[in-house]
């Protein structure tokens, strides 16, 4: 096959980030918008397709030779009928996003759930690379990941596989934002430890965390509570062990179940640094099994905010590889549209 061209885009509640790849996977212009999910449906397409339009003009590439576009985008999704059924953060229900952007832009257009793309970039140009059965774990406001088994991407039967932060680590815990108690997210995230922390501030105590605030209470984030830990305030330090002693029996519980050769952890949780893996290790080596945890490596992720449109590169790549990209009007007589 003569070159060509792919791009990536990473699309989430704030930031569209579009990347426009070569066939070997190398970037050739990248653009972020912010997305401006108040504008609606129809502004956040239209931001979409402006990216797009910027990342191939910045190169001059002639549109015949952009073969494919993958969308990696939060929420529940159905990947074969190209449907976001659920984006809370831009309010959307039940979009048919493949189909619109295949008639704004004339290319074929796969769709993923974005920390399965996240996983897939560090899979194939991140920490990842060479190994066949890895995690991916992203620990930052929630809690997301994504499988790869035996080499592929893993969705499961309705494209709902690697919701690890919803896996319950803590009966009857807080209250998740999915509605269960004691889910790693609700125990785990950046959030989680913003919570506990404000809930030791409300009963009068955490007062370096406040003051890493800057005195303001409705300020208090996981920076926070990681730059008083770092002062060493002993509260700060104890609300971010619990907070990764939980993500270790999240980590133990996964080794056992499907025992991955690397877990890759990214997420700004994880820039705390050693507090946090300390944390992950000791759960880890108290309770996954040994056979499970001998060989599997505890690894930080490499790709960072890049992750999720490096993984859209990688799906377009490997669907062209697999002759499973059309262009729009063959897709719509192969499907009977």
Same mark, same amino acid.
């Given at each position: ?8 885009? *990473? ?12 066939? *070997? ?30 990342? !191939? ?11 494919? +576009? ?27 996003? !493949?189909?619109?952007?295949?008639? !704004?832009?004339? /290319?074929?257009? /796969? ?129 971010? *062990? ?46 996954? +099994?040994?056979?499970?945890?001998? !060989? ?6 490499? +790709? ?10 990688? /799906? ?22």
């Amino acid at each position: 096959m003569n070159s060509f061209y792919v791009i990536g885009v *990473d699309l989430g509640g704030t930031k569209i980030y579009t990347a426009l790849a070569a066939d *070997d996977g190398r970037v050739l212009s990248e653009i972020k918008l912010p997305t401006e999910a108040g504008r609606g449906l129809q502004g956040v397409i239209d931001r979409i397709v402006h990216s797009v339009e910027q990342v !191939r003009e910045n190169v001059a590439v002639p549109p015949q030779k952009v073969l494919a +576009l993958a969308l990696g985008a939060p929420g529940p999704l159905d990947t074969a009928g190209g449907v976001i059924h659920f984006a809370p953060n831009l309010r959307w229900n039940n979009v048919p996003i !493949r189909q619109i952007l295949e008639e !704004r832009l004339s /290319l074929p257009v /796969l769709l993923d759930n974005d920390a399965n793309l996240a996983a897939l970039g560090e899979h194939v140009f991140g920490a990842g690379r060479g190994c066949g059965n890895m995690v991916y774990i992203t620990v930052s406001t929630g809690v997301g990941g994504g499988l790869i088994l035996d080499g592929k991407l893993y969705r499961g039967s309705s494209d709902g596989a690697g919701e690890i932060g919803h896996m319950t680590v803590l009966p009857d815990g807080p209250v998740c934002s999915c509605g269960n108690r004691g889910c790693l997210e609700a125990m785990a995230s950046g959030t989680a430890i913003a919570r506990a922390a404000a809930e030791l501030v409300a009963s009068g105590g955490g007062r370096k965390i406040l003051a890493a605030a800057g005195g303001d209470p409705g300020r208090i984030n996981a920076a926070a509570v990681a730059a008083a830990a770092a002062g060493g305030d002993p509260e700060a330090a104890a609300i971010i *062990d619990r907070a990764a002693g939980y993500l270790g029996i999240g980590v133990a519980s996964i080794l056992n179940l499907l025992n991955p050769a690397m877990v890759v952890l990214g997420g700004g949780v994880m820039e705390i640094g050693e507090p946090v893996w300390k944390g992950v290790r000791r759960e880890v080596q108290a309770r996954a +099994l040994q056979a499970a945890r001998s !060989r599997a490596r505890l690894v930080p992720a490499e +790709l960072g905010g890049r992750a999720g449109v490096m993984g859209a590169i990688a /799906l377009a790549l490997q669907e062209i590889a697999d002759g499973n990209c059309l262009p729009p009007a063959a897709a719509e007589h192969r499907n009977g549209r």
